[in-house]
Nanobody
Framework: QFAESGGGLVQPGGSLTLSCVASGFNSDYHAVGWFRQVPGKAHEGVSTISGVSGEYTYYTASVEGRFTVSRDSARNTVSLQMNNLKPEDTALYYC???????RGQGTQVTVSS
């Protein structure tokens, strides 16, 4: 399973780091994606990091240059560093294993002054 943390309320221009801790399996051997959900809108893929076979990363255009995805193998964790946050980044963020859809409950990010 996955457990996300690190969300909260932040002002525009601020930063947050989200963590996605995997348990029951080694996340190094799986691609892991970050997604976000806003009520009434389609889920959006934010970023993906490949498994241990190659450190490929993907970012949706709206977060390119502001968000950075990374792994901490020792903690079995995938993190999402989010800088220069904008109100439109407000959403429930969750991590998911694309191979089978395993996902966590998510952590809420609210960007507001």
């Amino acid at each position: 399973q996955f457990a996300e943390s690190g969300g909260g309320l932040v002002q525009p221009g601020g930063s947050l780091t989200l963590s996605c801790v995997a348990s029951g399996f080694n996340s190094d051997y799986h691609a892991v994606g970050w997604f976000r959900q806003v009520p009434g809108k389609a889920h959006e893929g934010v970023s993906t990091i490949s498994g241990v076979s190659g450190e490929y990363t993907y970012y949706t255009a709206s977060v390119e240059g502001r968000f950075t995805v990374s792994r901490d193998s020792a903690r079995n964790t995938v993190s999402l560093q989010m800088n220069n946050l904008k109100p439109e980044d407000t959403a429930l963020y969750y991590c998911q294993r694309p191979s089978d859809g395993l996902r966590g409950q998510g952590t809420q990010v609210t960007v507001s002054s």
